[in-house]
T-cell receptor, first 109, second 117 residues
C-alpha cells in the first residue's frame, strides 16, 4: 500500500545538539509537507517542498527534498527546548497526502 | 477569528455506545478530513470530503460514519462496530483537496481524545 516511512521514531538530544529526521517513499512524490505537533497539541504546517532537490530554510530548520522526489529530511541546528514535539512529513502520492509515522524529539536542557 | 474547532476535548463512552465528534471550520475550505492518531502510528485517514454532500472512505473507515450537510461542518460518528475506538481524533480542512495537482496545506483542529471504558 501507499506508505511514507519516517525515521527515527524517537530522538533524545542535549540542548544545542543537532537533530535530523528522514522520510522515504517507494514512489515519486508530487510534493512533501512537514508538520510539527507539540506535546498535547495538534499538527501545525511548517513548510512545503515541490521541486526536485529543493532546499528551504526557516531559521534553524533546514528542509530538503531529494533529487528523485522520493525522500526528504528536516534538520534542526542547535536544538532548543522549544523544539520539542513530534515532526511529521506528509507526501503527496497521486493527490493523496500520506503521513509518516512521525519523529518525537525531546530536548534535555 | 478563523479556524477549526472540535468538541469536546475529552470524551468518555461506554463500550457498545455510538458517539459523535464535532468538527466546525470557518475558513471557507472545501475539503475536510478526519484522522485517527495512535502512539507510534502517525496519522491515519478515516474519511474525507471534498464538497458538501459528498465524502469518501480513507484507509481505516470501518466502524466510522460521517456526514457533510454543510460546508462548515463534518461530524464523525464512532459506532459500536469500531473494535478499538480509544484514540486521539483530529479533524482537518484544506482549501481544496488537490490544488494544481498538489495536495493542499491542511489545517488541524485541537483534537478530541476519546476513551472507551
Amino acid at each position: 500500500g501507499q506508505q511514507v516511512m519516517q525515521i527515527p521514531q524517537y530522538q533524545h538530544v542535549q540542548e544545542g545538539e543537532d537533530f535530523t529526521t528522514y522520510c522515504n517513499s517507494s514512489t515519486t512524490l508530487s510534493n512533501i509537507q512537514w508538520y510539527k505537533q507539540r506535546p498535547g497539541g495538534h499538527p501545525v504546517f511548517l513548510i512545503q517542498l515541490v521541486k526536485s532537490g529543493e532546499v528551504k530554510k526557516q531559521k534553524r530548520l533546514t528542509f530538503q527534498f531529494g533529487e528523485a522526489k522520493k525522500n526528504s529530511s528536516l534538520h534542526i541546528t542547535a536544538t532548543q527546548t522549544t523544539d520539542v514535539g513530534t515532526y511529521f512529513c506528509a507526501g503527496n502520492q497521486g493527490g493523496k497526502l500520506i503521513f509518516g509515522q512521525g519523529t518525537e524529539l525531546s530536548v534535555k536542557p | 477569528d478563523g479556524g477549526i474547532t472540535q468538541s469536546p476535548k475529552y470524551l468518555f463512552r461506554k463500550e457498545g455506545q455510538n458517539v459523535t465528534l464535532s468538527c466546525e471550520q470557518n475558513l471557507n475550505h472545501d475539503a475536510m478530513y478526519w484522522y485517527r492518531q495512535d502512539p507510534g502510528q502517525g496519522l491515519r485517514l478515516i474519511y474525507y470530503s471534498q464538497i458538501v454532500n459528498d465524502f469518501q472512505k480513507g484507509d481505516i473507515a470501518e466502524g466510522y460514519s460521517v456526514s457533510r450537510e454543510k460546508k462548515e461542518s463534518f461530524p464523525l460518528t464512532v459506532t459500536s462496530a469500531q473494535k478499538n475506538p480509544t484514540a486521539f481524533y483530529l479533524c482537518a480542512s484544506s482549501k481544496d483537496r488537490i490544488a494544481g495537482g498538489f495536495a493542499d496545506t491542511q489545517y488541524f483542529g485541537p483534537g478530541t481524545r476519546l476513551t472507551v471504558l
